[in-house]
């Protein structure tokens, strides 16, 4: 049973840049195709990003694209997503998703 718990959410001003991580147990990890969503409040899960087992194997949604960088450690079973650039259309609740398997998400709120 594959684990996804994401991590590194908080409180940030307009500008400041943030990176979540995305901790995956459970099974081969390189065998995981992981991708990173956000959802905002009354909205609909959006999805961002997402990276193959090579790390160059990546695609950007295009609102995020040149701001977000998503990237992988596969000896420490972790995706990351370095968002930068922030701004308050940003807020939301990030989820990381590997394989079928969905973590709870991690919150991100961006002030101006």
């Known amino acids: 049973q594959v684990l996804v718990i994401e991590s590194g959410g908080g409180l940030v001003q307009a500008g400041d840049s943030l990176r979540l991580s995305c901790a995956v147990s459970g099974r081969r990890f390189t065998d995981l195709l992981v991708a990173w969503f956000r959802q905002a409040p009354g909205t609909e899960r959006e999805f961002l990003a997402t990276?193959?087992?090579?790390?160059?194997?990546?695609y950007y949604a295009d609102s995020v694209k040149g701001r977000f960088t998503i990237s992988r450690d596969n000896a420490k079973n972790t995706v990351y997503l370095q968002m930068t650039n922030l701004t308050p259309e940003d807020t939301a609740v990030y989820f990381c998703r590997a394989g079928a398997t969905w973590g709870r998400g991690t919150q991100v709120t961006v002030s101006s």
């Open positions: 990276i193959g087992e090579s790390s160059d194997g990546t």
